[in-house]
Structure formats: structure tokens, C-alpha cells
């Protein structure tokens, strides 16, 4: 299995990059390694005598506020275009990027292609439950479509549910659809019209519509929602986590001797709600519906969450959930086509 | 000031509607408040010698599974419709209930009516911040329309804005639109529509799109929505708010001696934290660009949050709002038809 990253791309690129590849090169030396960007700065952080590292030199690279499309079609040389560019050459399995997320959907759409039969790729994250029964729940579109059609959502939700299944090991993942109310007829035009596909589907195990107060609970094992609104909830559990956590710093720091030794004897219930509460633990967002896995992680990842991108990567990788969706959609395409025919 | 209440919506009526009537009685004097619902069961709450408590005696309520539309219109003698329609005969100035959502928003628009020159009225509701100096934002809408054209929710600036002005005595508040990112070009259709009419709207301080992520720290004084999104980021506050806490208390018990220690002394913290995020104290939710102030309450709420309720109104009937929205939209319906006339 060869994964090509953008070392160049992110707010801690190349050091935080190279530095996350060598300590996933050492834990799976099932995987090769190829890092595109400048030689000189990506040796800086590379020790000798890693086998399952290279590097493909190159000067060029998209920055963060490059527009995309122009970006990705004019900067052939970039660190991010050419690991692309490997990936649709069959020269590499998966792309990986902490680098501009516009862009990298683009190189994805543009140079590694939709799977036949899907309209719209759509990002997909996994995000932790409270409920440690479900562990963790995957929500998808979180941003790659801000414009959603019902063929859309249904198409998310059979990728979400192979997703869940092959990667994450669910025998039968339940599939809600986030929507402002749980009876059938809750909703707008898209969630009703939604709704209608999702209950026809027979790919999946559709449990019907769920409400964002329910999510960290684990109300679904995949949550079915647009671009738009996927973005906006995500952002809004990040930001009430972040605030409540500085809320409750604050509050222990004002609170004198009390609070303070309160907070010192909490730190370690504390330190792991934290952890339970960061996702980077699961990898990064996966625009899936591609001929091969892209994965995005955040602009400011660090060593630890690169790691666990190409951690994440190597365990799609394994699961062959894309040949598998492929293979799916070719013989429904068939189907379809004979069904016509006929 | 006369407030008609519906004493028999909610899960806890009449009981905890009446316990919070009483309060807010006793507390405003300035206030009458007319209890609409059975008189027996009423009494059995509230005390002799409240002056300015009234009943208005019916046997009809609506129930929380009813079809809002059927039984706005076929339950003339309802608790909630009564009380509506003694605001439409100008009997009282304000109605509040606990109960049925979906049918107080009809017999809000049947009954009572919208302003002239306001298109569909939202759903308001304010939030804290844990920002002091900001205090709280009002966002609109969260759930009135789960479809919305950039007309409505360029009516949803002004209005939000009346009220962070006028009940929440902010000077120039500022108005965000909710979006998937702060630079001008980002957006579907209808926020990138609505971008261009905020921008133009000579009522409003238009700071711009805000995203989801940092609503609690403050970023606007009113975020605009429309009421599909706006309900799934105010559930998903709720959602993640409370999981953290349950979370946070899990890992206090089940951390031994230590933790449990920690958690003593940092019980005051903790409350002040939980109280922070308890925005029933802020009111209900405003059905908002009607002829009346029509407010609802969580069905769940107990006297507290009634009484809390009770004092916005107040707080909204002081202000003028409503006359003075009344007022402005009905001066620029004359511009209006002045410039088609010319």
C-alpha cells in the first residue's frame, strides 16, 4: 500500500507532516510512504535509514488561500497536484493533504475522479459518542456540497454505510437523517424528498429521521445530512466543546484555592474528556465517493493527528471499501442498464 | 400591561404555569395576567388574593400530539386559541404557552397576524455567550420556517435587530449571517443571496458571515438563519452541552476518592457553569414579526423558566418593539407606494 501526502500542505508543513509520516512509516511497515515538497526542508525533519519513506521533489506548492479550481488547474507542479496526479496514475493507493481544503477537493474531483454511479463525492468525518456502546458515529456531507439533491443524500448514505461497515467494522450500521423533528413528515423540501429515497434504499438500514441534540449520544452509526447544514453542526459541536472547556477553566481559575484544588484533583477526569472529545483520533474528513481515498486533516494538525490520518488511510486501505463500492455501483449501473434495455 | 396565558400547554400544567404565574404576579405589578384553562384545576395552585391573576374558564385544550393547523381551527374553545384571539380583540397585549409548538405558530399567524411588510415571522431566541462582555447574541431563525428565501431572512436582520436593540438595550448590535465560512463569496444559494440583500439593508450593522463555531464567543449580536439550519445549530448547542456535562459527571463518579474530592470543591464552578448554559432564564422562544408579542417556552419548563418568560414579555411590551416595528414597516410600504406612484 503506497499513500502519496502533501508534505507541503497546512500550517505546520513540513515539519508536523514529515514528522506524523515517520511515526506511522515505523508502526506499519505494511505501507510506503511518498512525500511530495521540497527535498531540502522535508529532510530537515526525515532521520536516515526509514525504508518505507521517499520523497519526489518539488518547488511548487498551493497556498491556503489559493483559489482552487485555477490553483489546482495551473499549479502542475504543486506538492498537492502531483501526489494527486500519482494516485490517478495507479503510482499510489490514497492522497492525504493538510493543505487547502477547496483545493483538495478539486485535485480530487478533477484528477482522481468520481466512482461511476456517484454524482456528488461528500465528506465524510468520524466523530466520537458518549455512549461507549457505539463508540463512534460517522456524519456525512460536513462541507464538500453546500448544495444537496435527494440523489445526493441517498448516495451518502449507502457510502456511509459501507464506510461504517467495512472500516469500522459495523455489521449493520444504523442510518438516520438529520432533520429538524424525528416523525416521517418533519422538514424541509430536501429532508421530505430525502426521506422518500432513504426508506427505499435497500442498501442500508435506514432507522428514520434524528435530531442534532441526540448525535453524541449516538442516535445514529451514520448521520445522512447536506453540505450545508453538515458544516454548520460540526463547527457548532467544536465550538461548544471549546467553549464550555474554557468556560470551566475560567471558572476553576476564579474560584480560588477551592476551585483550584478541585481542578488539580479533576485534572485526569478532565484530560480524558478532552481526549474523548477530540476526533482527530479518528483521522481526518475523507471526501469519499472517489476512486480512491483523499483524506483532509486540519490546516493546524500536529505530529499526532497526521499519524492518525495514516493510520485511518492504511485501515480504508485494507478494508478495499472503494473497489468494493465500485464494484457495486458498476453492476447496479448494469442492472439499470439491462433493466432499459429490457 | 395584560398577558394572556395558556395555563394548559406543557408537560407540567397547569401546575408549573400557574407557580410561575404567581411569581411573576407578585414580582410585576405593572401586569395582569389572565389564565386561560380549567378554573378548578387552576385554583388548586394558585392562592387567594392575587389581584392581578385572572381566569377565563374552558374545558378545551390542545394536546401536544395534535395537528397544529386542524386544531387551531376546530378547537375554538382551546386554552391556547382563546388566548390568542383575546390578544387579536386587543383584551390583551401578549400571549405566552407552554404547549404545542407548531400550533401556537399557526394561531400566532391565523389569529393574530403578521406585521404588514413582514413576509413570515421567525422563530427568535437569545443565547448566552461566555464572552462578559457580550453577554448574549439573539439568533433567528431557529425553527419557524424550515424554508427560507433570502427576503425572509433579510426581514430576520431587521427584526433581530429591533429586538437586541429595543429589549436587550444594545446601542448598535451587530448582525452576522450565518454561513459556512466569513469570506463574502462563501455560501449556497440562499446565504449568498441573502449576503447581498443584508449588505444593502440601511437598518442593520452588517458585520458580515459568521460561522457556527464561534457564536458562543460572542461573534454577532444577532445571527441570522434560516430556520432549518438555525434549529439544527440551536439542538446541536443543547446536545453538545448537555453530553459534556453527563460526560463531566460520569467521569467525576466513576474516578474514586480523588475525583469525587474534586468534584466537591468544584461544585460551585459547576453550577455556575450549568447555570451559565441554562438560557431558559433569558425566556422563551419569540414568534416574532406579529402584531403581538407571541412567546413560547421548552414543554418541558418549570415555574422558573414561566416566570422567567413572564418577565420578558414584560421586558418586550416596555420596550415598544412591536409598535415600533408596526410603525416603520408601515412607513416604508408609503415610501414604497410614494416611488411606484412617481
Known amino acids: 500500500m503506497k499513500i502519496a501526502i502533501d508534505a507541503m500542505g497546512g500550517d505546520n508543513a513540513p515539519k508536523e507532516i514529515v514528522e506524523g509520516a515517520v511515526l506511522a512509516a515505523k508502526e506499519f511497515t505494511d505501507i510506503t510512504l511518498v512525500l511530495y515538497g521540497d527535498e531540502q526542508k522535508i529532510k530537515a525533519y526525515l532521520p536516515e535509514g526509514i525504508a518505507n519513506i521517499e520523497i519526489v521533489h ?103 454505510s459501507y464506510y461504517a461497515k467495512f472500516v469500522m467494522g459495523k455489521s449493520n450500521p444504523r442510518v438516520g437523517l438529520l432533520n429538524n423533528g424525528t416523525e416521517e413528515n418533519k422538514g424541509n423540501s430536501l429532508t421530505k424528498e430525502s426521506y422518500a429515497l432513504l426508506s427505499e434504499n435497500q442498501d442500508i438500514n435506514f432507522i428514520g429521521n434524528v435530531e442534532a441534540r441526540d448525535l453524541l449520544q449516538g442516535a445514529a452509526d451514520v448521520v445522512v445530512t447536506d453540505g450545508f447544514t453538515g458544516n454548520a453542526v460540526l463547527k457548532t459541536t467544536e465550538g461548544t466543546a471549546l467553549s464550555l472547556m474554557s468556560l470551566l477553566k475560567t471558572n476553576i481559575l476564579e474560584s480560588g484555592l477551592k476551585g483550584k484544588v478541585g481542578g488539580l484533583l479533576l485534572k485526569e477526569s478532565l484530560t480524558s474528556m478532552k481526549n474523548m472529545l477530540d476526533y482527530s483520533k479518528y483521522g481526518g474528513g475523507v471526501l469519499f465517493g472517489l476512486k480512491a481515498p483523499v ?14 490520518t495514516i493510520r485511518q488511510i492504511r485501515d480504508i486501505l485494507k478494508s478495499q471499501v472503494v473497489p468494493d463500492l465500485t464494484a457495486y455501483y458498476e453492476e447496479k449501473a448494469e442492472h439499470e442498464s439491462t433493466f432499459i434495455e429490457n
Open 58 to 160: 518539488t518547488d511548487e506548492q498551493i497556498d491556503s488561500d489559493d483559489d482552487p479550481i485555477k490553483a489546482v488547474r495551473r499549479k502542475k507542479k504543486a506538492s498537492m497536484v502531483m501526489a494527486a496526479t500519482a494516485v490517478k496514475n495507479k503510482e499510489a493507493d490514497a492522497i492525504f493533504s493538510a493543505g487547502n481544503t477547496g483545493a483538495l477537493l478539486t485535485a480530487g474531483l478533477l484528477i482522481i475522479g468520481r466512482i461511476k454511479g456517484i454524482d456528488r463525492p461528500g465528506l465524510l468525518v468520524t466523530l466520537p459518542t458518549i455512549n461507549e456502546e457505539n463508540g463512534t458515529f460517522q456524519m456525512m456531507d460536513v462541507g464538500a456540497n453546500a448544495e444537496c439533491k435527494p440523489q445526493n443524500m441517498n448516495q451518502f448514505a449507502t457510502l456511509g
Open 295 to 308: 483524506i483532509k486533516t486540519h490546516g493546524s494538525a500536529t505530529r499526532e493527528p497526521v499519524y492518525q
